[in-house]
């Protein structure tokens, strides 16, 4: 059998190892192909690979050089690990798989356990007696709503495709961009942080007020709320110091200690239900002493009673009794009545309170306002109550939700997982707090309820005494359960913050992307406890609970927007497994966020919302190169199109009219744009708002030169970002580059955006070059033209002004012709910029003999006044006058070199040495060299002296030294150059069409370089290309070119594009 006919089995080995993670994130796959090997060793290596090609993929061969075979990629895509990889020991032998948890371990019990938490213990009867039973429960619907509506937003965004270990953080940063990623995240992060010391505060107030208030260092805590708050600042640093040390050493106890906190809860939640249906009767275990319809503490139920002295030594002292004693009667009240006992209806109705109004049944100004002054026994209220208010304190409770996306690496299927466990366990606990709601309002005592710390009972937990069967299986599972929740919160915070310092988004958290060598990141733990020991320090969680609030709140809030944006958007990728969602339930969400904060806590949500806005812009400004795919990029190119659409629609106003400027850009041998300046001079015009685009243009074969026109790409991309251009780039290769430059101009730019202006620069060494320069040129002013697009020619660019630079003196507009008034707006929007803003405007036109010269000028002054543009005005008077001997001189050397060129037909070099030949005459008879000449800033400077006139002459070239105007000694010629120069000047007479525009071209000349020969910048129109294509027209053109513009150093040449381009109308 023939060789290339045999067929080999594929070593396993030989198999082509694709990286995973390209793979599964879409990444363009790389070329294996190296450039430095030969043809030899690319011949030899094709080979090879084709014979571990199956036979019958052999019509594939090329391809799967550079692709995946469909099984590699299948295998990559199905193995597709979405944790994040461990540090590992070389040596260790391989770990057991670790087992994936489902639904119900994974997602839905660790949403229990975070979603119950301190709140419901200590705060939920308060909020209940406060607010009352109908407000109580909107309150806690609302919160539900909005974990509800939350929780929704976020079962789409985790079932749209794989969700790596990262949770939320991860869902959001991917779904809004690296900016809206990293401020989420801090929000997050400090939300978390907050949480932890309000589970440490919530902790210690439940061990000092029901369990041990024995324990207190400042006092009596019941008499002093200073002294109560100290304590808990005290105990909640020690407390704050110990779990800090736990979670450093030893994170497998937090872990461990998760599953004892979960049952602690289930336990003590399941108690409460039973004692409120074992007690439907109520009870005697609590009875509160009340005077009138005001609460006491510190009263013995014993010496609840009007007569009794220990009564009478509080309200009499000195033997006056307080008025509000003597006017109302000392009773008893059972503090649990029973559902059975129809106290629900008494707790129907709100009882808001100012800050140190008396608890009291209803809300008579008698019994609730303190009149006398002291408050003797009577209970107060410590904070002023709302609504809103009541809204950010139990808000905690229903945070939570997102516990099961933290876990996603760890479970077997996160898409189904994520969104069941998620709802599920928000239905539940929903379920729980707005029966407890009923079941709390329905059993207790109105005053009892309102009793926060429950001073009228002795200082016991009203939960607790609910509970069955007595009140230490609520406490002790209320206190274990609120530990393992702060523990979870300090666990997981550093390591939140590690991910947003790992994605390098914000430059200043790098030191907190280091873990330990345990792999622990004990950085980021300093910094939480730090942070925590500051909420701590605000010692109470009626203040901690609404600003943390705040921060669940935004990170919520921005879940749902992430929904809702990627849903409007209907991008390709947007394909959720979840279906239940819908944009406008991830837009109330949103609404419900943002106004819960601002009802809440006005001046806490501007707090969270400043923050949010400070590591946006931060990130913004330091440039964060993440490209994410995120909906923020897909709602600009939405945008784009639908601006690009209206636009479409027909042609700007003049109003509207702005330069979307096209720069063409030559590259010299090095792919090195030759004129820097031009990119200064696109930057200088950026007042006009518009669109810049710099393009330029490689001969050759496109799939032969790829890489060089990636590199001069990438090095046009560099000089923009140099002189500041705002804007976009790119290299077309083509086989003739006049052919690729009318391509650019035709098609480059989408619909109104297309480009509406071309700046090209001057080709200084056309002389030289012979046609091939002038023809370039001449066609793409021409292509210009009939795509109806204006014209800009810097002349001299390399003198304009760098853009950091700042100049003084005139910017000279020559007005010839009027073709649409881009010669008005162009020096207006340069003087926008600080390198042009101390130039004064001064506009030249050019008057008849029949035209009347004060009235032009008058009318001139009210054109510009209504343009609301400032300038000095004066107009040139060139009266008709004989052409000059000079004229026809010019004229006749001009036809002669093309007659010459045409008649010889010689090579580049002879051709300039005959060039030089005629031009040397020129000068020679006329004594009027150009003032100023043009360089290539690549170039030195080369200085030749006139060896018969002593007269020094500097010529500077762009594309090198423009040895055509530069004069030399006349005995340097040849022969047989002499010969013929003098036989066609004896022979050509110049003709008159030439005569005539060089006659035109040198008295302009004479008059602009008389008026304008120190200005800063003179503007003028370019005059229209010839029609006839013709070498001869053309290189006339050039010529009438040079000489309109001899003697200037900074020109401009403009040609309007043929539509108006401003207007004196508002």
């Not at 979603?115 to 539900?144: D, E, N, Q, S």
């Not at 790098?510 to 980021?524: H, L, N, Y």
């Not at 003032?931 to 762009?958: C, G, M, W, Y």
Request: glycine letters at 8%; one cysteine or more.
């Amino acid at each position: 059998m023939p060789d290339r006919f045999q067929v080999t089995k594929a070593d396993e080995d030989t198999v082509l190892d694709y990286n995973q993670d390209e793979s599964a994130s879409g990444k363009l796959l790389g070329d294996i192909h190296d450039e430095t090997l030969d043809s030899g060793d690319i011949h030899r290596a094709e080979e090879n690979q084709k014979s571990n090609i199956d036979p019958n993929l052999y019509l594939y061969d090329d391809d799967l050089e550079t692709r995946p075979h469909i099984s590699t990629f299948i295998s990559s895509i199905a193995n597709y690990e979405n944790t994040i990889p461990a540090a590992t020991d070389p040596d260790a032998k391989p770990a057991a798989p670790s087992a994936r948890m489902g639904t119900l371990i994974g997602v839905f019990l660790p949403c229990i356990q975070n979603i119950f938490g301190v709140i419901l213990f200590i705060r939920l009867t308060w909020v209940v007696g406060t607010a009352g039973a109908v407000c109580g429960f909107l309150i806690v619907l609302t919160c539900c709503c909005v974990t509800m509506l939350t929780a929704i937003s976020m079962s789409a965004i985790a079932t749209n495709g794989v969700v790596p270990a990262g949770g939320s953080y991860f869902m959001i940063s991917r779904s809004l961009g690296p900016e809206f990623g990293g401020a989420v995240g801090m929000l997050f992060y400090t939300g978390t942080t907050l949480a932890a010391a309000m589970y440490i505060v919530g902790a210690v107030e439940i061990v000092l007020t029901y369990m041990a208030p024995w324990a207190s260092i400042f006092g009596d805590f019941t008499k002093d709320a200073d002294a109560m708050y100290n304590n808990f600042r005290v105990y909640g640093t020690l407390l704050l110091i110990f779990m800090g040390l736990i979670v450093f050493v030893g994170v497998k106890f937090v872990n461990k200690f998760a599953t004892v906190a979960l049952a602690c809860v289930i336990l003590s939640i399941i108690a409460v239900y039973v004692g409120i249906f074992d007690n439907i009767h109520g009870n005697d275990k609590l009875q509160m002493c009340v005077l009138g319809k005001r609460l006491l503490k510190d009263i013995p139920i014993a010496n609840c009673t009007k007569e009794d002295s220990f009564m009478r030594d509080i309200y009499c002292p000195g033997g006056k009794c307080e008025e509000y004693f003597l006017a109302n009667n000392v009773t008893q009240v059972q503090g649990i009545k029973g559902l059975a006992s129809g106290v629900f209806y008494d707790n129907i109705f709100p009882s808001f309170l100012e800050k140190g109004q008396f608890i009291a049944y209803g809300k008579n100004a008698v019994d609730i306002e303190n009149t006398s002054g002291q408050s003797y026994n009577q209970i107060m209220a410590d904070i002023t109550t709302s609504f809103t208010l009541l809204i950010g304190i139990f808000f905690p409770s229903v945070t939570g939700i997102m516990a099961g996306s933290n876990r996603s690496g760890d479970l077997a299927d996160a898409q189904k997982s994520i969104p069941i466990g998620t709802i599920c366990a928000i239905l539940t606990t929903s379920t729980v707090y707005l029966s407890s709601v009923l079941f709390f309002a329905g059993t207790v005592d109105n005053l009892l309820l309102r009793d926060k710390f429950g001073q009228s009972i002795g200082g016991k937990l009203v939960v607790a005494n609910i509970a069955w069967p007595n009140q230490w299986v609520i406490l002790i599972g209320s206190f274990l359960s609120t530990l393992g929740a702060g523990l979870q919160s300090l666990t997981g915070a550093p390591r939140l913050l590690q991910a947003i310092a790992r994605d390098e988004i914000i430059p200043f958290l790098a030191p907190f992307a280091k873990s330990s060598s345990r792999g622990e990141p004990t950085r980021a733990l300093l910094l939480t406890i730090v942070i925590c020991q500051c909420g701590i320090l605000l010692g109470n969680v009626d203040l901690l609970a609404p600003l943390l609030s705040m921060f669940f709140l935004m990170c919520y809030g921005f879940v749902n927007l992430a929904c809702a944006v990627q849903t409007l958007l209907r991008t390709p990728n947007w394909r959720p497994r979840f279906k239940f969602y819908h944009w406008s339930l991830s837009l109330i969400g949103l609404t419900l966020c943002i106004s819960v904060m601002i009802m809440t806590s006005w001046y806490f949500a501007l707090i969270a919302m400043g923050m949010a806005i400070v590591i946006y812009k931060y990130i913004e400004y330091r440039g964060a190169e993440k490209e994410w795919g995120d909906g923020i990029r897909g709602m600009a190119l939405t945008a784009a199109r639908y601006s690009l659409l209206r636009l479409e629609e027909g042609p700007p106003h003049t109003k509207n009219w702005r330069p979307q400027i096209l720069v063409l850009s030559k590259l010299n041998d090095n792919l090195l744009p030759k004129y820097r300046k031009i990119f200064s001079f696109a930057t200088q015009l950026k007042a006009g708002k518009g669109l810049t685009i710099c393009v330029s243009v490689i001969k050759g074969d496109h799939t032969k030169i790829t890489n060089k026109a990636v590199d001069a790409k990438a090095t046009l991309r560099k000089y923009m970002t140099d002189e500041k251009v705002k804007g976009f780039c790119d290299v077309l290769v083509a086989q003739q580059i006049g052919e690729g430059l009318s391509s650019v101009i035709q098609t480059i730019g989408l619909g109104g955006m297309k480009p509406n202006t071309v700046i090209i620069g001057w080709p200084y060494s056309w002389r030289q070059e012979g046609r091939n320069s002038w023809k370039t040129f001449i066609q793409t002013v021409r292509t210009v033209a009939a795509c109806h697009m204006a014209l800009m020619v810097p002349k001299g660019i390399n003198f304009y002004p760098e853009s950091n630079h700042k100049i003084g003196g005139n910017i000279d507009i020559w007005w010839i012709v009027h073709d649409g008034g881009l010669l008005m707006l162009l020096p207006f929007l340069l003087k926008q910029h600080r390198t042009w803003r101390n130039c004064k405007l001064r506009i030249f036109t050019v008057a008849q003999i029949e035209d009347n010269s004060i009235q032009m000028k008058k009318d001139l002054k009210t054109f510009l006044y209504h343009l609301r543009i400032e300038a000095d005005v004066e107009v040139v008077e060139m009266n008709n006058s004989d052409i000059s001997a000079y004229t026809y001189e010019r004229t006749l050397m001009m036809e002669q070199r093309n007659q010459m060129l045409r008649a010889l037909g010689l090579n580049k070099k002879e051709n300039s040495k005959v060039v030089q030949t005629i031009v040397d005459h020129h000068y020679d008879a006329t004594k009027t060299a150009s003032k100023v000449r043009f360089a290539d800033p690549t170039i030195e400077e080369i200085q030749h002296h006139d060896s018969q006139n002593d007269e020094k002459r500097n010529s500077i070239d762009l594309d090198g030294p423009e040895n055509a105007d530069t004069p030399e000694t006349t005995s340097n010629k040849d022969e047989s150059t002499e010969k013929a120069d003098g036989d066609f000047k004896s022979s050509v007479k110049p003709d008159e069409f030439n005569v005539r525009r060089m006659h035109t071209a040198i008295k302009l000349n004479e008059v602009i370089v008389e008026k304008s020969q120190d200005a800063q910048l003179v503007i003028m129109n370019l005059p229209g290309p010839p029609r006839e294509v013709r070498a001869e027209r053309e290189s006339n053109y050039m010529e009438f070119l040079e000489v309109l513009t001899e003697g200037l150093e900074k020109v401009l040449m403009v040609r309007g594009g043929g539509r108006e381009v401003i207007t004196i109308y508002s």
